[in-house]
């Protein structure tokens, strides 16, 4: 299988392997809980948010090298952005799988979701984990409003 | 007919044009045989017109056609009388029908009885009912082997149970249902008895009367004919007593501002317009089946489940999912391999041509039951032969080094 087109890069696999991020917050500001219809996976998210940055993250994945590939780079890159911030690379990763569309500016290690194009089945797998981070960080922000 | 070459596979347009392709998905849709096909082509470009309205020679042309599958579909059941066979849009809207048209009869406190191995379609209706209802919902557990475990029967069911919904065959594991067993307790209660035959009819003509049940559903992209029809058969006098599910055109006796009357069954469960050429096409399927040798079928198909299972037992952490190997099953086989994802193994397996199925199959609570979240599954169809095992075995064990 030719590396560069391959889904199942190198890159996808340590970042699964290393699932940066694992684990739970004891002071989480908002939490989300996600599921896969398609196969059950399931994404627990748990953030820490101050002045509108993420300054915590955490998750629990169960779910395949894509997914936990996924949610491994969020827990290595969301530290330090805003929801409009994680919206835009959430935007950007849809373009990558819909339109091959380009990285977004300081998440290099999208990239390696480039040849999931060719999978629309699999986009679900590698989007699940940013929209438990969004959703996570909704439930934060209503909790802040709501004080 | 032997294991090694599968003539049949000839007999369908798409595996004819690919036969590269190693089709090993054909519990979630089996291929479409050309009898099939070729029936709805001859129907929409010399019959197609609206059923039982017009008068024209077009429109009788279309009423002959539907009623002619009406009549295949119940040989192929052997059901009493033609007028038991409703078409529908599959077996989920067939299941659907009786959770509204029979659980419309029930009351808060009457039973209905599922089992933990069913199919969403058989278990998410009937939640939906006891919500409108009331009703309570019971469930018959399965063995370490995914099989109904009867032994929990008689505490499970009493004269309080209106109806006992089960698979006739799981989706996941391949276990049949013992529906003697089944009927023979339904029977001392007074409950009846609905079979969900999604996966039985892919292997050969059934016996409705000889079943003992009292509802059977069906789709037709299971048993080789085209998506988008399904059959529920319900016997005839349980059918004349049960309400409409879908209301509109086509099943009404007489429309007034003050009261609707209901035309007789099946029309009275056939709204609107039908699924008419795909009635057709699946009739053809049938009919088709009905040719076969399905003790010759049947053999070679357990032959080639054997050499898979055999084969996947030599591979180290997989754990294989349903009945012990020595059982009699319907060809489907399931299993997990520890620390990789069902989506990640099938990925790989489509590389290498091979198409199977991995996720939840629509059956968390049978997982559960189980202890796994997901599981690849592969499900051998009479086109199949043995060249595809032997290419899925090879097939893992690239997945095993590309995963790893």
Redesign the interface.
């Known amino acids: 299988?030719n590396e560069g087109n391959s889904?199942?890069q190198d890159a996808i696999?340590q970042f699964a392997r290393a699932a940066h991020g694992h684990g739970q917050l004891a002071a989480a500001t908002g939490e989300a809980k996600l599921d896969n219809p398609?196969?059950?996976?399931r994404v627990r998210m748990q953030v820490a948010v101050a002045s509108g940055c993420v300054t915590a993250i955490a998750h629990e994945t169960?779910?395949?090298?894509?997914c936990r590939a996924a949610a491994s780079v969020i827990g290595l890159q969301a530290v330090g952005h805003d929801a409009n911030g994680i919206k835009a690379v959430a935007h950007d990763l849809e373009s990558i799988l819909h339109e091959g569309g380009p990285v977004a500016p300081g998440w290099p290690e999208l990239s390696m979701f480039g040849p999931a194009r060719g999978?629309p089945s699999?986009h679900g797998?590698v989007l699940l984990p940013f929209r438990a981070l969004l959703a996570a960080m909704a439930e934060s922000e209503m909790k802040h409003v709501q004080g | 007919m032997n294991s090694k070459a599968a003539p049949l596979r000839d007999e369908f347009p798409l595996l004819a044009a690919a036969p590269e392709l190693r089709y090993l998905d054909s519990a979630a849709t089996a291929q479409i045989h050309r009898s099939a096909l070729d029936a709805v082509v001859r129907h929409e470009t010399t019959r197609r017109a609206n059923v039982l309205r017009g008068t024209y020679r077009l429109a009788e042309a279309a009423d002959i056609a539907y009623a002619q599958a009406r009549q295949t579909a119940a040989r192929f059941l052997n059901a009493g009388s033609t007028d038991e066979i409703i078409f529908t849009s599959g077996a989920t809207a067939s299941l659907n029908l009786v959770a509204h048209a029979f659980g419309n009869t029930l009351k808060a406190g009457d039973r209905v009885l599922i089992s933990l191995a069913e199919h969403h379609s058989n278990f998410v209706p009937w939640q939906m009912l006891r919500e409108r209802t009331g009703i309570e919902l019971n469930f018959i557990p399965v063995t370490s082997g995914g099989e109904l475990d009867l032994v929990a029967l008689p505490r499970l069911i009493d004269a309080r149970t209106r109806l006992v919904a089960v698979t006739q065959c799981s989706n996941v594991t391949g276990a049949w249902t013992d529906v003697a067993a089944i009927v023979a307790a339904a029977r001392e209660v007074g409950a009846r008895v609905l079979l969900d035959g999604a996966q039985g009819v892919q292997h050969g003509p059934q016996d409705v009367q000889a079943l003992g049940v009292d509802f059977y559903a069906f789709s037709g992209h299971k048993c080789f004919g085209p998506g988008g029809v399904g059959v529920l058969w319900g016997r005839g006098e349980l059918l004349a007593k049960l309400p409409p599910f879908l209301t509109g055109g086509g099943m009404i006796a007489s429309v007034t501002p003050q009261a609707t009357t209901w035309a007789l069954p099946p029309q009275r469960f056939e709204a609107g317009t039908p699924p008419i050429a795909q009635a057709v096409g699946l009739a053809a399927a049938l009919d088709w089946m009905m040719t076969l040798d399905w003790q010759q079928i049947h053999a070679r198909e357990s032959r080639l489940c054997e050499l898979l299972i055999e084969g996947l037992q030599r591979i180290p952490t997989l754990r294989l999912l349903g009945p012990a190997p020595s059982a009699a099953r319907a060809p489907i086989v399931s299993f997990e391999i520890s620390g990789l994802?069902?989506?990640?193994i099938c990925?790989?397996l489509d590389?290498h041509q091979l198409a199977l199925r991995?996720?939840?199959h629509c059956a968390?609570p049978l997982?559960a039951a189980l202890g796994v979240?997901?599981c690849t599954r592969a499900s051998i169809a009479l086109y199949n032969d043995e060249s595809d095992v032997l290419a899925l075995l090879d097939g893992l064990t690239f997945a095993l080094k590309?995963?790893r």
Do not use: I
């Open positions: 299988m889904l199942y696999k398609l196969c059950g996976d169960r779910g395949c090298l894509l999978y699999r797998c | 994802h069902p989506h990640d990925q790989v590389a991995g996720g939840h968390q997982l979240e997901a590309e995963l």
